[in-house]
């Protein structure tokens, strides 16, 4: 992996995105996006994980993170494999879900072509976090991150779009999960 995307101090934000294999869009369930969120609530309880903003559209999820208690690969590497696991039981188990067939044959023929995986793949392995070492590329991110929901057609707002962290920095509310504002 290029150095340019590395985590060098944990403690710095970072820009992350963690995409869904073959951009497959299971977080159009609620149930599937609140699996991620939990283990969001976990790694910021327990593992030292601070969200400065997140956002979880359709098919990958874009958050800036940071932590001075652990480092953000570990962190990741831990919510993608919890989330991973979470979700494609919750799929198999679902009986309302119209897709389950094809987001398993998906799943599990990326897994099988994978060497570093032994049966599934969720995520698509690399996250490329970029450091938010200055003022300019913290706005852009945030920025950005926030925008993705309007930019796909999905509210008229960001602060509309219940998963994301817009409303705490647009209306001083609270989101569905504790951030620390940049």
């Not at 969120?37 to 601070?50: D, Q, V």
């Not at 494609?88 to 995986?117: C, D, P, Q």
Request: glycine share 2%.
């Amino acid at each position: 992996m290029s150095s340019k995307y590395r985590v060098i101090d944990s403690a710095v934000p970072h820009f992350v995105t963690y995409t869904i294999v073959g951009w497959a869009d299971v977080f159009t369930r609620e149930i599937y996006k609140e699996l991620f969120l939990e283990s969001l609530r976990y790694c910021i309880e327990h593992k030292g994980l601070i969200v400065h903003a997140w956002v979880i559209m359709t098919n990958h999820v874009h958050l800036i993170i940071s932590s001075t208690d652990n480092k953000i690969e570990f962190i990741t590497r831990d919510i993608k494999k919890f989330t991973s696991k979470k979700i494609v039981e919750s799929i198999k188990s679902n009986n309302e879900e119209s897709r389950k067939e094809w987001l398993l044959n998906m799943f599990n023929y990326a897994g099988k072509t994978n060497h570093n995986n032994k049966e599934i793949q969720f995520w698509r392995q690399y996250y490329h976090p970029i450091e938010l070492d200055t003022d300019k590329k913290l706005s852009q991110r945030l920025e950005y991150l926030h925008m993705n929901p309007v930019r796909s057609g999905l509210v008229w707002e960001p602060w509309h779009y219940k998963f994301s962290s817009a409303i705490n920095y647009y209306c001083n509310s609270e989101g569905l999960i504790r951030i620390s504002l940049l």
